[in-house]
C-alpha cells in the first residue's frame, strides 16, 4: 500500500470518528442499538473502515451504475485536462453508501492530483478552514465531506475562496479591525451531503456542478457483489450474488457488508457461497426478502395488527415498537416508501395492498377498497419518491 493510501485510510478512518451517528448518542443514553447490518450509514470501527476502502474502486471505470454522472464527471475532468486548469468544483448528494466518498477519492486520482480530506463537523470556525485552505497545495483536490454541517462563518469564507482562490483573514476587533487577503492555490472543491437541502443558496451555486447520486438497481449491486467477491477472493454462485443484492436496499455499502456476513458463513460452514448459504446465513441476521430487517418488521407489525393498516401518525408509530421516532423517519420509514410496502398521507402512513401481502395478510374489506383507489408508486418512482422524502424535494 502506498504512503498516500495510507494516509487516507487513517483520515478516514479519524473522519469517521468524528462523524460517529446517532447511534453513539443512543449507546451513551443507555439506548439499545438498532439493526447495524442495514444501516446505510458507516459504522465507524476500524474492521469496517478497513473493509470499504479495500473495495472502493479506484477509477471511473471500475465504479458501477450511475452511468450519467460519471459520463458527466468524465467531461468535467476531461475539459479541466485539455485546458490544464483545475476542475470545477463538484457537489455530491445523496442518501449514505451509495459512493460519495469512492466519487471524491477517484476525482483526485484520476485527474492526478492530491487529495485532502475534511468534514463538515470538523471545521467548526472560519479558522479551521483557513488553515486547510492556505496550506492546499496547487491543483489539490480538497474533499469536504457532510459540507451542511459546516460553521456558517466557514461557509462564509468559501465562497470567496471558490470563486476568486481568495480569503480574506480578519485580523483585530471592532474598530482597529482590518482584513488582510490572502491568495490561495487553485484547488477544486469536492462536497458530500446527505442533505443537500440544509445547503444555503450561495453555496450551492458555487459549484460548477451537482451530482445526485441515485440507488442502484438489483443488477448493478450483483456487478458491485461480483467485483468485491473477486477481491475477497471468495467463489459465490449468481444466483447467490442476485440474492444478496435483492436484499441490499439498493445501496453498495449494504450489499457488500451483507457478502461479508455471507463469506464468514460459508467459512464456518465451510464451502461455497451457495443460494441456499446466503439464504441461511441472511436468515440468522434477520434480513428478509425485501432486505427488511427486525425493525422494519416490527414496524410493519404494528401498522397492519395494531392500527389495521393505518393511517397512523410516525410518533405513534415509533412509541409502539419502543423506537425514536427519529430512527423510523429517517432509516425505516423511507425505505419501506420506496419499495412501496407504506405511503404517506396527510393523514398519517398506511400500508399499501403489498404491505398487507408481503407479511401474508388481508386488509379488512372496506380498507382493501380504498387501497385500491390509491395510487401506488412501482420501481423507479418509488424509488425516487424515498429519496424525495429523505432529503427535501430539490432532488
Ligand atoms: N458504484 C460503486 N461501485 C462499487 N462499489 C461501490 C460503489 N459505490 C459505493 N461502493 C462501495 O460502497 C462503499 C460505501 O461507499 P462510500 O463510502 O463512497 O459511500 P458514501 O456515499 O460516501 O456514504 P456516506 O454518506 O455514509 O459517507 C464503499 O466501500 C465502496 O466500495
Ligand atoms: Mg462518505
Redesign the pocket.
Known amino acids: 500500500m502506498s504512503d498516500s493510501d495510507e494516509m487516507g485510510r487513517a483520515n478516514e478512518m479519524r473522519r469517521a470518528k468524528e ?1 460517529r451517528p446517532a447511534k453513539e448518542m443512543r449507546r451513551a443514553n443507555g439506548m439499545p442499538p438498532a439493526d447495524e447490518l442495514l444501516q ?3 459504522m465507524g470501527s476500524e474492521a469496517e473502515v478497513a ?7 479506484k477509477s471511473l471505470a ?5 452511468h450519467r454522472v460519471r459520463g458527466q464527471l468524465q467531461l468535467l475532468l476531461d475539459a479541466a485536462t485539455i485546458q490544464n486548469r483545475t476542475p470545477d468544483h463538484i457537489l ?1 448528494a ?12 477517484i476525482v483526485a486520482h484520476e485527474s492526478g492530483r492530491p487529495l485532502r480530506m475534511s468534514s463538515g463537523p470538523a471545521i467548526q470556525h472560519a479558522g479551521d478552514l483557513a488553515a486547510v485552505l492556505s496550506s492546499l497545495v496547487p491543483g489539490e483536490v480538497l474533499f469536504v ?2 459540507i451542511h454541517r459546516m460553521a456558517r462563518s466557514a461557509e462564509e469564507l468559501l465562497y470567496l475562496a471558490m470563486e476568486d482562490f481568495r480569503i480574506d483573514i480578519m485580523v483585530g476587533k471592532g474598530a482597529g479591525a482590518t482584513s488582510i487577503p490572502l491568495d490561495l492555490a487553485p484547488f477544486t472543491l469536492v462536497g ?3 442533505r443537500s437541502g440544509l445547503l444555503p443558496n450561495p453555496l450551492r451555486d458555487r459549484f460548477g456542478f451537482t451530482a445526485h ?1 441515485e440507488f ?1 438497481d438489483a443488477d ?1 449491486l450483483v ?2 457483489l461480483r ?2 467477491a473477486v477481491l475477497l477472493e471468495l467463489r459465490v454462485e449468481d444466483a447467490a450474488l442476485i440474492e444478496i443484492a435483492n436484499r441490499s436496499r439498493g ?3 449494504i ?2 457488508r451483507l457478502l461479508r456476513r455471507v463469506r464468514d458463513y460459508a467459512l464456518v460452514h465451510g464451502g461455497e457461497a451457495t443460494r441456499a448459504v446466503v439464504r441461511s446465513a441472511l436468515e440468522l441476521y434477520d434480513v428478509d426478502e425485501l432486505g427488511l430487517d427486525r425493525l422494519d418488521r416490527a414496524v410493519m407489525m404494528i401498522l397492519l395488527t395494531r392500527f389495521n393498516g393505518g393511517p397512523v401518525g410516525l410518533n405513534t408509530l415509533a412509541v409502539s415498537v419502543g423506537e425514536e421516532s427519529e430512527t423510523i423517519e429517517s432509516v425505516v420509514e423511507p425505505f419501506l416508501v420506496r419499495i412501496g410496502l407504506i405511503i404517506r398521507t396527510p393523514r398519517g402512513r398506511m400500508a399499501t395492498r403489498e404491505g398487507w401481502e408481503h407479511f401474508g395478510m388481508q386488509p379488512r374489506n372496506d380498507i382493501a377498497e380504498q387501497l385500491a383507489h390509491k395510487h401506488r408508486p412501482t420501481g423507479n418512482e418509488g424509488a425516487r419518491a424515498g429519496t424525495q422524502q429523505l432529503f427535501g424535494d430539490e432532488l
Open positions: 462523524m446505510p450509514e458507516m473493509f470499504e476502502g479495500a473495495l472502493r474502486p471500475e465504479f458501477v451504475g450511475q455530491l445523496g442518501p449514505p453508501g451509495l459512493g460519495k466518498t469512492t466519487l471524491a477519492m465531506d457532510e458530500a451531503t446527505t447520486l442502484y448493478e456487478h458491485v467485483r468485491a445501496t453498495p455499502r450489499a457488500n
